[in-house]
């Protein structure tokens, strides 16, 4: 089974200032991951994903993770934030073996980003 | 335009009145589900569909149903709907084989029952 953990359920940051969103992840196999991003009142998106190859990936809009394996972490980065990136970021995680099928996302709790003018 | 769209945004109703809410997506998908979010938990899947008329539980099915009767079209029904199923629902999207790496959701639906 998998699970992710997100430790931080908010975080306020004053904008243009550098955030880091944490992601820790358990799994007896080798999974893909995952940052999905939740404006207000809107539904996911993907923001990024880590599927193989470099361990640094990068959003369009700034954005970037990067995927340690031996700390089993896909924390989320920005150097510098905007008012725009007020919103709700969910880390997850999904196995390269499908379970019987069921090719699902195991999400993290949530980190409800706040950016304050 | 690709989308998965949701209907209602958000219902109101009481307790035991059976309700369905609708998802659909235009971009042939064999692979479509149901989660919940609920805050301090995340997302849970519900039920999942691997392909038409095919379908099995999530991490918690108890109270809700399903069917895929059309590839497009993965109905929710929540039989005798109860207060602890009050909460913010998605359906999401997939190709077979790329589900765990490309999933599109919908805009959501907000359950409130009384």
């Known amino acids: 089974a998998q699970s992710v953990t997100q430790l931080d359920s908010q975080v306020p940051v004053f904008e243009e200032a550098p955030v880091e969103l944490r992601c820790n992840y358990s799994s007896s196999v080798s999974v893909y991951l995952f940052w999905y991003v939740q404006y207000p009142n809107q539904g996911l998106q993907l923001l990024l994903k880590y599927l193989s190859g470099s361990t640094l990936v990068k959003s369009i809009n700034g954005f970037e993770a990067e995927f340690n394996k031996s700390q089993t972490s896909f924390h989320l980065r920005k150097p510098s934030v905007h008012i725009s990136d007020t919103a709700e970021y969910f880390c997850a995680v999904s196995d390269l073996v499908s379970n019987f099928g069921n090719e699902k996302l195991t999400f993290g709790t949530g980190t409800r980003l706040t950016i304050i003018p | 335009e690709a989308q998965v769209t949701q209907n209602p945004r958000y219902l109101i109703t009481v307790t035991g009145k059976k309700l369905t809410v609708t998802c659909s997506q235009n971009m042939n998908h064999e692979y479509m589900s149901w989660y919940r979010q609920d805050p301090g938990l995340g997302l849970r899947q519900i039920y999942y569909?691997?392909?038409?008329?095919?379908?099995d539980k999530g991490d918690v099915p108890e109270g809700y149903k399903v069917s895929r009767k059309e590839k497009r079209n993965f109905p929710l029904i929540l039989e005798s709907p109860s207060p602890n199923q009050t909460s913010l629902y998605f359906c999401?999207?997939?190709?077979?084989?790329?589900?765990?790496?490309?999933?599109?959701f919908g805009q959501g639906t907000r359950l409130t029952v009384v």
């Open positions: 569909s691997m392909n038409v008329e095919v379908t």
């Open positions: 999401a999207s997939s190709s077979r084989g790329r589900a765990n790496t490309e999933a599109f």
